[in-house]
């Protein structure tokens, strides 16, 4: 059984900071690939942040140098630092994770496992 859990949204001005926190539980297999995604209604589920299977951490563009992923595996969390929040990163948040990927995509389809999402409101 596994279950992820986000935590964190809430609304903040422009310019502001969240951090988004994921609980995690079940098998480690199921978290090979661990990442956060985000949509807004009618856009594509797109990925914001991505740990590959060597811990490098890839960013989409329109976050880098502003968000930071990190996964502490005793504690099988998983947190997104957000800084320097602009209006269209409003959003809803998602973690997720994959029990195996060749590369730990940016697909969503890829994703075997999501918590319900945690709604981040960015005002200008």
């Known amino acids: 059984q596994v279950h992820l859990a986000e935590s964190g949204g809430g609304s903040v001005q422009a310019g502001g900071s969240l951090r988004l926190s994921c609980a995690t539980s079940?098998?480690?297999?199921?978290?090979?690939?661990v990442a956060w995604f985000r949509q807004s209604p009618g856009l594509e589920r797109e990925a914001v942040a991505v740990?590959?299977?060597?811990?490098?951490?890839t960013y989409a563009d329109s976050v880098k140098g502003r968000f930071t992923i990190s996964q502490d595996n005793a504690k099988n969390t998983l947190d997104l630092q957000m800084n320097a929040l602009k209006p269209e990163d409003t959003a809803m948040y998602y973690c997720?994770?994959?029990?195996?990927?060749?590369?730990?995509?940016?697909?969503?389809?890829?994703?075997?496992?999501w918590g319900q999402g945690t709604q981040v409101t960015v005002s200008s």
């Open positions: 079940g098998p480690s297999y199921s978290r090979v690939c």
């Open positions: 997720a994770t994959s029990s195996w990927d060749r590369v730990c995509s940016t697909d969503y389809s890829r994703y075997n496992y």
């Open positions: 740990i590959q299977k060597d811990g490098r951490r």
